[in-house]
C-alpha cells in the first residue's frame, strides 16, 4: 500500500482514512450527500467511488442509501485502496510500446510525414475491424514527447511538421506586406463565382509562393481547394512574371476542363500576367486576386505552405531543388489523409471526382 494513503486530502484522491469512512456512512445507510458532507468531499465523489468499488449501484438511489430487499449493501476501504494504488501505479506502459505491429505501422507513417491526428484517424479507415490498431494522437504525441525514445525513436520525432523535440504553443507567422503599385487589370477575390466559396465545384485552385533564404530562390504552390491537391511550381532562379506564367501554364494544362475554372493569389509582382495564364492555360473564370494582408483569403494554400516547410525549411537555398524532386513532395502531400476530407487522401479525393460524370453534380465540401 502506498505511504500516501493514510495522508490528509491531496485535493484530488481518496486517502484510506476517508474510504474509512464511506465505509460507515454505507452500514448505517446514510445518503450520498450526508456522507459527501461528513468527510469534505463532494456527493459526485463518493458516488463514483461507491459505483467503482461496490459493483451495481442503482442511480435511482444515488442520493439514500436504502437496501433493495434482499441484497446486502457492502464497501471494503482497504480493497478500494488497494486498487487505487495500482491505478496509480507508474510507469505505465504505452499502447505502443506493447504492441509492435501498431508500433510498427505508427513508425512507418511519421516517417511518410503524416501527423499524429492523420495517423489516429486513418488506422480506422485502413483498419476497420481491427480494435487492435486503434491509437489517440494524444497517445502518439506522449510517446513523442514523454515517454521516452526508445518506443519512437528521435528521429521519427523530427518528422513531425514542427520538427521539434518538446512540445511547444504553435507560434503564429506573419506574412510580409505587399510590395507598392497596383497590377493592371486585377479582379479581386469579391468577383469570384460563389461556387468557389463553399468549395461545392472543383477546379478552383489558391497560390503563392515560398521563398527561399534571402529571398532569392522560391517555388510555385497551388492547391484545389475542393480535393487540396498540390501542384508545386519549379522556378529556381526567377520568379518574374513571364517564368512564372510559364511553369503555371505548363501545369494547368495538364489537368481535364473541370479542374481549369479560376486561380487565386495575393497581389504579387509575379501575377503580372495574369491575363496570358487566363488565356492559354484556358480558365473558364480567369485569375482573381486577394486582399491586401489578408492570407485567410488563400486559407487551404496556407496551410499546405505551413505543411510544405517540413520539405523545405525556411532560411534554406530553394534553387537546388530538382522539378522531380518538387513532383515526388507533392505526391507525399497528397498522399497524407486529411481530417477536413473524412481521412481520405487528396489523391483518393480527386480520384473519386474524376472518375464521376461532371453532370452528376460532383460536390466535395470542406
Sequence with gaps: MSPLSLSEPSGRFLTLLER???AVGVARGESIRQIARDIGRHPSTVLRELRRNRGNLP????KRMTRPPGRSVFYSPSTAQGRADRRLARPKPSKLASQSLLRVEVQRRLLRGHSPQQISRRLRVDFPDDESMRISHEAIYRSLFVQGRGELRNELTRALRSGRTTRKPRARTQRQAVGPG??????????????????????????DLIIGKDGLS????????????????????????????????MQMRRLPDLLRHSITWDQGKEMAAHARITVEADLR???????????WQRGSNENTNGLLRQYFPKGTDLSGYTAGYLDYVAAQLNDRPRMTLDWATPTEALERLLSTPPDNGVALTA
Aim: charged share 30%.
Design 20 to 22: 474509512e469512512q464511506i
Design 59 to 62: 442511480r435511482y438511489r444515488a
Design 182 to 207: 497596383k497590377i493592371p487589370g486585377m479582379v479581386m477575390i469579391s468577383d469570384r463565382p460563389a461556387e468557389a466559396e463553399d468549395r461545392a465545384v472543383p477546379g478552383h485552385w489558391e497560390g
Design 218 to 249: 522560391q517555388i510555385g504552390t497551388l492547391v484545389e481547394r475542393s480535393t487540396r491537391f498540390v501542384i508545386l511550381l519549379h522556378l529556381p532562379a526567377r520568379r518574374d512574371a513571364e517564368t512564372v506564367a510559364d511553369q503555371m501554364i
Design 285 to 295: 473564370d480567369g485569375v482573381f486576386f486577394c486582399d491586401p494582408h489578408s492570407p
